[in-house]
C-alpha cells in the first residue's frame, strides 16, 4: 500500500461536501463600488435587475452573508461530478526538477469538462423555484452555453444560446452538444432580436463577439416576463456559486497535510479564478493564513495589468448597467485568442477591486508561451488543458521552475479548471507552427479607452 | 447531511485500489482453444510471439494465474483517474419511471476520456522494463492511440500510430491529441510498410480499415527489434489488464450494499466489456453469485449475434496468428458506424468462448435506436456517452424499461466506458436526422464467411 507521501490525489466523500458556498463580500475591509444606472449615474438596487435575473440571486449579488447554503437539490445534483478530485502534480514536480510541491484542482471531470456548471447549476435551480419558463445567455467557445443547456435540461427550463458567430461557426462540437441537450441555438448576431438585426444591417459579415451576444440575451429576456438571463461569470453571485471549488480544496489540503504559498487561476471574467482564490483570500483577510494570489490572463487581452480601473459596460450594445472594473474598454474586440473565454473586455468587479486592494496580483502570458508550457503539462501529467485553463498551469510551472533556481520548497496550488478535448484544434495550430502570440494591441485598447462612459462614482 | 440510500456516487479510496488484475483463464471451466500458426495450422507458442511483444505480455497471454500483480509503477500512474466512480443514475431512474435501480462505472474520467489507457499503461510499462524503444499501434476512431500515445509519453517511449485514412482525414482533434503528447501519425496506408505501399498501389483511394493498419503496425514491429507492437483489445492480456474495472465495481457495490442483477458492456474487441464483466463472471463460475451478463454489439456489425464461431486472422493483411472467435470474417469492412470502436469483423477470442460456454449473452441494437436512448440518458445525466459506449447504455436503458412494465426491482450495472466529446459529430448528425440505421450487410457477411481460414482445431 502506498504510503501518504505517494499520494496523486485526494478525494473528499460525498458526505463531506461542502453546504453552504462562501461569499468574500463579508471579509472585504473595504465594500466593492456600487453598480450604477447608465442613464441616472446612481447606483441600482434589486428591482431594478429584476426584469434579468430571479430575486434569490440578485438578493445572493448584493448579500453581506459570508455563508450562503447551497440549496439541497443543487448539492444533489453537484454529487454528479463534486467533490473534484485535488492532484499532487509528482510527475510534473519530477520532470521540472523542481522542490516546489505542485496541486492542482481539477474541474474536468464535470460532464461537460469544465467549472461552469457549479453556477449554470444553481442559476437553473433558482429561475425553476420562481416560475422561469426560458432562460437566456451567451456564450463564446460554448463552454458555457453547454453547461447551461445541461442545467436546463436537469431542471426542465427551456434554454436558448446566443453563440458568438464565428465560434457557431468553428465549433460544431460545442454547439452539438448544446443541441443534445435540448438547447436552441443562434448565432450571434442573429435575426431574432433588435440589437442583432441592427448590428447585422450595419455589418452582415460581422463574427460577432461575447459582447454582442450578450446584448442578445438580455434583451429578450428584459422585453418577456416568462424569460430570464443568465450569466456565465463577472458577477458576484457568479464568484460565490464557484466557491466551492476552493472550500473543497482548503479540506484538500488538510488531507495533504499542507497549505499553499501559492494559488494560481487564469482569468477572463473571473469564475474560475474566484472559485479556487476567493475561500483562500477569505481565510487571509480572516487573519487564518498567508497566501500570494495569482491570477493570469493573456498577454492579447491584458485587462488587469494594461486596463485601466473604471466604471464600464459589460457588453457591446451598452444595455448592461456599469459596474467598476478593470476594462480595455467594451469596444474593444480582442485577437482571436484560441483561449475564448478569457477574451472579454472587462474583469469582475470583485476581483478587480481585490486586485485594487492589494489581495491578488494578476500577471499575463503571451499565446505561444503558453502552449509550449501546458503541452508539456500534458505529457507528464496526461490531462490537456482547456486553452484559457493553460494560462494558469503555465504561470504554476514558471513558479515552479522559479523555486528550481532558488531552491524554495513552495506549496503552489492552481486550478485546472477544464479539460481541452473540445478544443484540440489550439494544440494543432501549435504544432504547426500557426500560433500567433499577438501583438499588444495597445492602439485598439486605447481607442476603446477613450470610449468609456464618463462616470465617476 | 444526505442519507445513504440518496449517494450519488460511490468511490474507493486510493489506498483500496485493487493490488492485483484478474485473469478469467483460472475460473473457466473448460479451456479456450488454442492459437493456431496460419502456415503450419499448429498451436504457437510464446517464442512465435516474441518478435511482436515483450515477453511479460506475453506469458500473460498464456497465463492460468488468476491474480496477477501490477506493478507499482502502473498503479502510480493509474491513480492519475482510479478508482474510477460508480454512479447511482437517480435523475434517469426517474425519467423511465423504472423501479429497478441503475448503476454504472463511469471511465470517462481518464485523461484521454475512456477505459483504454489501463492497458495502454501496462503494456508501456512491460514493454519499458524490456527495453523497447519504439512502439507500433493502430488506432481507428483514436481512443486507442491516444491512450497509447500518452502511455509511451509516461514511460519516454517513442510512440508510432497508423490511424486509419478515413478517420485521420475527419477526426483531427484525436489526431491532435496523440501529437499533443509526442507521437508520430500516420495514417493508413501509408506509404512507411510493405503492406501499406501495396494496398495503396492497388487501392490509392482507400479510407483504409482497422484490419489494415494493424497489418502495418506489425509489419513494422517485426521486422526491428527494438521496435514492438501494442493491441488495444482483443488479446487475453488487454482482458486482465481491464479486469480492474470490475474489481473496483464489486468493491463499489459493497459500498452500495447491493450486487448487480445484470452486467452489460459494449463489444467492439471485447475489451471494456471484458473490464467490467470477467470480474462478476469469475465470482459466478466460483459460485459467488448469479447474475446475467450482456454484451452489446451494433447491428450492422454483428460479430457475436451473426457471426460464425471459427478461426480466423485478426487483420486484412493476414499476418496475426488465427484464434478461434465471433468473426463476420476478416474480409469484411463494417459501414461506416460512428461507433468506430465496435467495427470489427471479430470479437475477443475469450468473449467468444465464455459466449460459446453460455456464460454470457450477446445483443445487437441499431444506431439510430441507440443514440435515442443515448441522448436520453445525457439529458439526465449530463455525461454524453461515446458512440461505442452509447450501446451499452442502450441495453441498461431498455432493460430498465422492462422492469417499469414488470415492475421488477432489478439491479442493472452498465460500463459507461468513455465520454463523447471527440464524437459529438454522431449526435450533430443524429439530431440533424442524418443517421441510418443500415441494412443489416447481410451479403457482405456472407461473402467475407466464404474466405475465412479452412482451419479445424
Chains 1, 2 share one sequence.
Not at 514536480?93 to 523542481?98: C, D, F, I, M, S
Not at 475564448?340 to 486592494?357: A, D, F, K, Q
Not at 496580483?361 to 503571451?366: L, N, W
Request: glycine share 10%.
Amino acid at each position: 500500500m502506498p504510503s501518504d507521501e505517494e499520494q496523486t490525489k485526494y478525494i473528499l466523500p460525498e458526505d463531506q461536501m461542502p453546504t453552504h458556498w462562501y461569499n468574500i463580500a463579508a471579509d472585504l475591509p473595504t465594500p466593492a463600488p456600487p453598480v450604477i444606472h447608465p442613464g441616472t449615474g446612481q447606483p441600482i438596487g434589486p428591482p431594478d435587475l429584476a426584469p434579468l435575473f430571479p430575486m434569490a440571486l440578485i438578493m445572493q449579488e448584493v448579500s453581506q452573508d459570508r455563508e450562503i447554503e447551497i440549496p439541497e437539490a443543487v448539492r444533489e445534483v453537484y454529487k454528479q461530478w463534486r467533490p473534484c478530485p485535488l492532484f499532487r502534480a509528482r510527475r510534473l514536480e519530477k520532470a521540472l526538477g523542481t522542490p516546489a510541491k505542485i496541486y492542482y484542482k481539477y474541474e474536468g471531470t464535470s460532464p461537460v469538462g469544465s467549472h461552469k456548471p457549479n453556477t449554470a447549476v444553481a442559476q437553473a435551480y433558482y429561475n425553476k423555484i420562481e416560475g422561469t419558463k426560458v432562460i437566456t445567455t451567451e456564450t463564446g467557445a460554448g463552454q458555457w452555453g453547454s453547461s447551461m443547456a445541461m442545467a436546463c435540461a436537469f431542471f426542465d427550463i427551456a434554454c436558448r444560446v446566443f453563440m458568438v458567430r464565428i465560434s457557431f461557426d468553428q465549433k460544431p462540437y460545442r454547439k452539438g452538444l448544446m443541441q443534445a441537450f435540448g438547447a436552441e441555438i443562434y448565432a450571434s448576431p442573429s435575426e431574432e432580436t433588435n440589437f442583432g438585426r441592427q448590428v447585422l444591417g450595419e455589418t452582415p459579415d460581422t463574427p460577432g463577439s461575447l459582447g454582442m451576444a450578450i446584448s442578445e440575451a438580455v434583451e429578450q429576456a428584459a422585453t418577456d416576463p416568462d424569460t430570464k438571463y443568465c450569466l456565465g461569470s463577472v458577477l458576484n453571485h457568479v464568484m460565490t456559486h464557484q466557491s466551492i471549488i476552493g472550500l473543497e480544496c482548503i479540506e484538500q489540503m488538510k488531507m495533504a497535510g499542507d497549505y499553499p504559498d501559492i494559488v494560481i487561476g487564469c482569468a477572463g471574467g473571473g469564475s474560475n479564478f474566484a472559485g479556487i482564490a476567493f475561500p483562500f483570500i477569505g481565510k487571509m483577510l480572516r487573519g487564518e493564513g498567508d497566501v500570494r494570489v495569482i491570477a493570469v490572463e493573456p498577454a492579447a487581452c491584458p485587462s488587469m495589468t494594461r486596463g485601466t480601473y473604471a466604471f464600464d459596460f459589460g457588453d457591446t450594445g451598452m444595455m448592461t448597467p456599469l459596474t467598476k472594473m478593470h476594462t480595455l474598454g467594451s469596444s474593444f474586440i480582442p485577437p482571436p485568442l484560441h483561449a475564448g473565454g478569457l477574451r472579454y473586455h472587462g474583469m469582475s468587479p470583485m476581483v478587480s477591486h481585490l486586485l485594487e486592494l492589494g489581495c491578488i496580483e494578476a500577471t499575463s502570458i503571451p499565446q505561444v508561451d503558453t502552449f509550449e508550457l501546458a503541452q508539456q503539462f500534458t505529457r507528464a501529467e496526461g490531462i490537456l488543458p482547456a486553452p484559457e485553463t493553460a494560462h494558469a498551469v503555465a504561470i504554476a510551472m514558471t513558479e515552479a521552475m522559479e523555486c528550481a533556481r532558488t531552491g524554495e520548497e513552495k506549496t503552489i496550488l492552481f486550478n485546472l479548471s477544464g479539460h481541452g478535448h473540445f478544443d484540440v484544434q489550439a494544440y494543432i495550430d501549435f504544432n504547426g507552427g500557426k500560433l500567433s502570440n499577438y501583438e499588444y494591441p495597445g492602439e485598439l485598447i486605447e481607442a476603446a479607452q477613450r470610449k468609456l462612459p464618463p462616470v465617476d462614482a
